[in-house]
Antibody, heavy 121, light 110 residues
Framework: QVQLVQSGAEVKKPGASVKVSCKAS????????IHWVRQAPGQGLEWMGW????????HYAQKFQGRVTVTRDTSSSTAYMELSRLRSDDTAVYYC??????????????WGQGTLVTVSS | QSALTQPASVSGSPGQSITISCTGT?????????VSWYQQHPGKAPKLMIY???KRPSGVSNRFSGSKSGNTASLTISGLQAEDEADYYC??????????FGGGTKLTVL
């Protein structure tokens, strides 16, 4: 069965970086795009960016340009999202989600379980 | 890119129908039939309920339907059930390889 399994919760200090992993199984990793979405406590969902596991092409929301980097390792079917220069308002649950293309035509049909990143001094 | 506008909350009694609106602009909702809707229960990952404005994934109840007119998309839930109580988010392609979510709507089943 299709699964996206994310890495565990993280606690980071302001100014540090965090790298969240998303391991895919049960389907062809290179056949679907991985998008990253975050949700601050009690807040709504926020799109961050995407990566094509096949080509490595990527795109980020303007808000995160210069601070976020998404990568992938096809040998382990894993996507990564690294966020740098963390601030307290980066405290959120970070999700990876699978979709067929850049524009999420078919929606996000599978999601990771979420990774809580807490930024606190 | 600004978030799509949704009502903060809606409510309905069991068996009734409710509609959640999602208002964007001519640059996102109005330009593309690429609106999806997600249901999220507390502490859970979102679940896809509608994609491409009105298509339902396999396994999603036909009590859920979607539509669009101009810059506004809508999600209608008929025959409300207690299990429908959750947060609902709309989502649209916004051009230039970017996407945008709505602010979310809390549905309360009275």
């Amino acid at each position: 069965q299709v699964q996206l399994v994310q890495s565990g919760a993280e606690v980071k200090k302001p100014g540090a970086s965090v790298k969240v992993s998303c391991k895919a199984s049960g389907y062809s990793f290179i056949g679907y795009y991985i998008h990253w979405v975050r949700q601050a406590p009690g807040q709504g969902l926020e799109w961050m960016g995407w990566i094509s596991p096949s080509s490595g092409a990527k795109h980020y929301a303007q808000k995160f340009q210069g601070r976020v980097t998404v990568t992938r390792d096809t040998s382990s079917s894993t996507a990564y999202m690294e966020l740098s220069r963390l601030r307290s308002d980066d405290t959120a649950v970070y999700y990876c989600a699978r979709t067929t293309d850049i524009v999420a035509t078919g929606g996000y049909d599978y999601w990771g379980q979420g990774t809580l990143v807490t930024v606190s001094s | 890119q600004s978030a799509l506008t949704q009502p903060a909350s809606v409510s309905g009694s069991p068996g009734q129908s409710i509609t959640i609106s999602c208002t964007g602009t001519s640059s996102d909702v109005g330009s593309y039939n690429l609106v999806s809707w997600y249901q999220q229960h507390p502490g859970k990952a979102p679940k896809l309920m509608i994609y491409e404005v009105s298509k339902r994934p396999s396994g999603v109840s036909n009590r859920f339907s979607g539509s669009k007119s101009g810059n506004t998309a809508s999600l209608t839930i008929s025959g409300l059930q207690a299990e429908d109580e959750a947060d609902y988010y709309c989502y649209s392609y916004a051009g230039s390889s970017t996407l945008v979510f709505g602010g979310g709507t809390k549905l309360t089943v009275l």
